[in-house]
């Protein structure tokens, strides 16, 4: 078990603060005493506005927070999605999609890499959509499974500062992302949205989405998981197994 004052010098920084998952992981690390700085494009009075896709802008946050905080951990949990066929999509949904996922993932890396200690962590979020393609998915699973080697190389180049460096998979999540997911495909395939709500429910042998909060609960685990570097921890109510 935690100890709580084992987080009171942590110092964690989380992109797409503002989001369901950035708010919930957030919950979960200063429920334990930690200190949290949220990241996003929607900034406010507890969040600092950043476009993760300019990498001057970026920096500059980074080299603020620094200044004033030793940092522990990050968690780049910002992300978009995109949903379609790919003969339909443009090219503005896929520069778009790749930008908001992947550009800001490399971005974030490279660029926290510095200013992590010794033997902190970062942690990626990911996607179950990026261990396999899947109709409506493909752009979004693309940008997803390349984060997977971006951590994968990470892990291996930030190893000589005992940096663990981890992605998360989730699988279906509540939230506006996967309602708008549900709504897009009912359209395409000219189906009520309850079926295909109801579809992906019966794939999951749990028979439910996941929390926000329990995917909080994989971040918080992997934090404190001192010899885990590299891997893919998926969370997806057994949907892959």
Known sequence: MVKLSSYTNRVVVVTGGNGNMG?????????YGAKCIAIDLNGNSNVIKCNLTNEKELKSVFEKI?????????????????VGTIKNSTLKE?????????????L????????????????????QAALKGAKYWGI???????????????????????????????????????KYAIK??????????????????????????????????????LSNSKYITGTTHLVDGGENS
Not at 66 to 82: F, Q
Not at 202 to 218: G, H, T, V, Y
Request: aromatic share 8%; proline share 2%; net charge positive.
């Open 23 to 31: 708010r919930a992981i957030i919950k979960k690390f200063k429920s």
């Open 66 to 82: 620094s200044k004033l905080n030793k940092i522990t951990d990050v968690i780049h949990a910002a992300g978009t999605i995109v």
């Open 94 to 106: 896929f520069n778009n999609n790749i930008d908001n996922n992947l550009k800001t993932a490399f």
């Open 108 to 127: 974030v890396g490279k660029i926290s890499s510095t200013k992590i200690i010794n033997g902190g962590s970062l942690i990626f979020i990911s996607s």
């Open 140 to 178: 979004y699973s693309l940008s997803k499974a390349a984060i997977l080697r971006l951590s994968e190389t990470l892990a291996n180049e930030l190893s000589n500062k005992k940096i663990r460096v981890n992605s998360i998979c989730p699988g279906d999540v509540e939230g506006n992302m996967m």
């Open 184 to 221: 897009k495909i009912a359209k395409f395939s000219n189906k009520k949205e309850s079926i295909i709500y109801n579809n992906y429910i019966s794939n999951i042998p749990l028979k439910r989405f996941a929390k926000p909060s329990e995917i909080a609960d994989a971040c918080f685990y």
